[in-house]
């Protein structure tokens, strides 16, 4: 992993366009990634089913056609093209937009649910996007945030031994670029993300209206299979479920 300083913004717009066939092929192996320690946990995260439910950010739809199989009637929203007709293809949800999520093409008030699962991060303006999702949610909906743990994204295992140490780079206070190049069963993917402090995540969610009302750094349902157990003992994750003030 190399995490950079801060740098000008509008450097993610294009990123999951250029990377869409790698990530394709990347999330649709079954077990290759992270994704599929935490997926019955993450199931039962998400709240129960309701009449309409918005996944930004969607990719190629795994979490869409989660979401569809939870019983969710689901409008699937991504930026990349690409994407959108690779989850469409894939029969993810019931509905497909491609549109920028910090610019819905939707009324207030049109989704009760509202799930953006590990884009946070991948926007060059996370406060809009959280703004843009609190708007269409209607009263008593809830917003449900993946992201990638911030303390994670800031270091790195020193080794690559069970009982390794973790080392923490920098501050964790600053509002930080990350770029990582993964391979794994003969895919690599090409990651480029922001790492932010869960503070500014709270932050932007009161800002926009939001309160949290639940939040889980879930553990993976198979350790021996996430980097030898060693994301039972720091959190690779963060989940957060929100709803409007006031609803308080």
């Known amino acids: 992993m190399m995490v950079e300083q801060d740098t000008a913004s509008g450097e993610l717009r294009g990123h999951w366009e250029r990377v869409a066939e790698q990530w394709i092929r990347w ?31 969607c990719g190629e739809g795994r979490i869409a056609r989660e979401l569809t199989r939870l019983g969710h009637t689901v409008t699937a929203v991504d930026r990349s093209e690409t994407l959108v007709r690779a989850a469409r293809a894939a029969a993810s949800a019931a509905r497909y937009v491609r549109a920028d999520a910090s610019q819905l093409p939707f009324v207030d008030n049109s989704f009760d649910r509202v799930v953006a699962y590990n884009m946070l991060m991948d926007v060059d303006d996370m406060l809009a996007v959280i703004t843009e999702a609190a708007r269409v949610l209607c009263p008593g909906g809830v917003l449900t945030v993946s992201v990638v743990h911030p303390l994670t994204d800031r270091g790195d295992f020193v080794d690559s031994t069970p009982d390794a140490g973790f080392v923490v780079q920098g501050s964790y206070y600053e509002r930080r670029r990350v770029r990582a190049t993964e391979a794994r069963n003969g895919l690599s993917m090409d990651f480029a993300s922001w790492s932010y402090p869960l503070g500014d995540y709270v932050a932007a969610l009161r800002e926009a209206g939001l309160a949290v009302t639940h939040l889980a750094e879930p553990r993976p349902a198979d350790t021996a299979a996430s980097r030898a157990g060693r994301w039972d003992r720091i959190p690779l994750f963060c989940w957060l479920n929100a709803q409007h003030l006031r609803n308080q």
Do not use: N, Q
Not at 39 to 45: A, G, K, L, T, V
Not at 49 to 55: F, I, K, N, R, S
């Open 27 to 57: 999330a649709r192996l079954p077990g290759h990634d992270a994704f599929w320690s935490y997926r019955e946990e993450f199931r039962r995260f998400v709240p129960l089913p309701g009449v309409a439910t918005l996944e930004v950010g």
